[in-house]
T-cell receptor, first 110, second 113 residues
Framework: QQPVQSPQAVILREGEDAVINCSSS?????VHWYRQKHGEAPVFLMI?????EQKGHDKISASFNEKKQQSSLYLTASQLSYSGTYFCGTEMDSSYKLIFGSGTRLLVRP | DVKVTQSSRYLVKRTGEKVFLECVQDMDHENMFWYRQDPGLGLRLIYFSYDVKMKEKGDIPEGYSVSREKKERFSLILESASTNQTSMYLC????????????FGQGTRLTVV
């Protein structure tokens, strides 16, 4: 069952912040985040394992709340290069089966 | 660099044809996936393979089958293509390990007419 992402779309000005949420109705083993630019393959951003950890990558970070079965991706001081569609991928167990959400389209304008 | 190669970038087929989409990865990954990408629906898992000859259905397997005879190659088969199978198809591979990422191919845009 697909995780639910919100919002579906967001438009930002350069330098603004954004939060993308991902929630599941089932217990999660891990959450992945990927970004896909138009006409390109999705590219890995980060993975969070159960345990409620938080990770960061430059000005993009994420948290994973295992109890709430939710993850959030934080984009700080957005850059034009952040534009694209963001997908969260979830694993229910350690089987490697990865289920993605419907995506969040992010547009950063000058 | 890991490379996941899909045999065709664009494909046009007729309704009722048997269609093969091929995917090859060069990094000896155990896990391979086929996803379908449609606007507003995200990436939906069609089939997943965790080893040679091993497969597991995803969320939308109806109308599709898969074949994995060799570790590096994972084929998606549309037994009798229909217009509602017009879509972008993405293949991915992923190694073993608790925190490993998936690597995606460039996608095949299939149009069934």
């Amino acid at each position: 069952q697909q995780p639910v992402q919100s919002p579906q779309a967001v438009i930002l000005r350069e330098g603004e912040d954004a939060v993308i949420n991902c929630s599941s109705s089932k217990a999660l083993y891990s959450v992945h985040w990927y970004r896909q630019k138009h006409g390109e393959a999705p590219v890995f951003l980060m993975i969070l394992l159960k345990g409620g950890e938080q990770k960061g990558h430059d000005k993009i970070s994420a948290s994973f709340n295992e109890k709430k079965q939710q993850s959030s991706l934080y984009l700080t001081a957005s850059q034009l290069s952040y534009s694209g569609t963001y997908f969260c991928g979830t694993e229910m167990d350690s089987s490697y089966k990865l289920i993605f959400g419907s995506g969040t389209r992010l547009l950063v304008r000058p | 660099d890991v490379k996941v190669t899909q045999s065709s970038r664009y494909l046009v087929k007729r309704t009722g044809e048997k269609v093969f989409l091929e995917c090859v990865q060069d990094m000896d990954h155990e896990n391979m996936f086929w996803y379908r990408q449609d606007p507003g629906l995200g990436l939906r898992l069609i089939y997943f393979s965790y080893d040679v000859k091993m497969k597991e259905k995803g969320d939308i397997p109806e109308g599709y089958s898969v074949s994995r005879e060799k570790k590096e190659r994972f084929s998606l088969i549309l037994e009798s293509a229909s217009t509602n199978q017009t879509s972008m198809y993405l293949c991915a591979s992923r190694p073993l390990g608790g925190n490993t990422e998936a690597f995606f191919g460039q996608g095949t845009r299939l149009t069934v007419v």
